[in-house]
């Protein structure tokens, strides 16, 4: 496990480094969509780290996660097997203060960039402002192999997951970035468990979650181990 964490260090690193060198770039008139979004430190927001762990082939998923009341921002950084092959990412996204999602930049080295931008009615473009009209309607993204992305519209609902909530998702599929509109449903079925219903392609599962709607397990996938 050591050995798997000093990767994951090493990636954010060079991850780092990447975004600043493109950044520059940027200024100088060419287009970058991966931004890193400023942290809030005022009043009630709060900054925590998180890391889970694939119950098999050592995946890994960690999130530094910033939210308050100006809203929510989620750096990533995913490794692991899909498909027979390995890969790593890395993403950031950002919610409003009712973690609605505004935006959302997936890297995977070595495949290329997803930038998708939404206005929080449905309505999603590219980072240049091209429509997506594949996605028109979808609330919410989906990343494959990430525990962390189920916590959205955990968070999002809220209440109204007494009852079974049906959603539309933009799905990446990791590592290829494919992007696809998918049905979903949310329930929540006691204070610690919520079940999640893939409607597009049939799976379900209760996912145990703690008070603030993160994954701690993920049955057969995913266990937290660490925040």
């Known amino acids: 496990m050591a050995t798997v964490v000093a990767a994951v260090v090493g990636m954010i690193r060079r991850e780092t480094a990447t975004l600043a060198r493109n950044s520059s770039v940027a200024k100088r008139g060419r ?3 991966y931004s890193r ?4 430190t005022k009043g009630a927001d709060v900054n925590r780290s998180y890391r889970w762990a694939t119950e098999k082939g050592g995946g890994l998923e960690h999130v530094e996660l910033d939210s308050g009341g100006a809203g929510v921002t989620a750096e990533g950084v995913l490794i692991g097997p899909a498909g027979g ?3 790593a990412c890395s993403y950031a996204l950002r919610c409003d203060e009712h973690w609605q999602v505004r935006s959302l930049d997936v890297h995977v080295a070595g495949q290329g960039t ?3 931008r939404a206005d929080g009615a449905g309505n999603w473009t590219d980072a240049g402002g091209t429509p997506l009209p594949a996605l028109q309607g979808c609330t919410d993204i989906d990343l ?3 525990p962390f992305t189920n916590t959205l519209p955990i968070r999002r609902l809220g209440d109204a997951l007494r ?3 049906e959603i539309r998702v933009a799905y990446i599929d990791l590592p290829k970035l494919d992007v696809q509109p998918v049905s979903q449903a949310y329930t929540r079925l ?6 999640f219903d893939s409607l597009s392609r049939p799976f379900s599962a209760e996912l145990e ?3 603030d709607g993160l994954v701690l397990h993920y049955p057969g996938l995913f266990t937290r181990v660490g925040g």
């Open 31 to 33: 287009a970058w969509c």
């Open 37 to 40: 979004h400023a942290r809030k």
């Open 85 to 87: 092959r390995l890969f």
């Open 114 to 116: 997803v930038c998708l």
């Open 144 to 146: 494959s192999g990430s």
């Open 163 to 165: 009852d079974r909530q």
């Open 190 to 195: 006691a204070p610690d468990r919520v079940r």
């Open 209 to 211: 979650v703690d008070a």
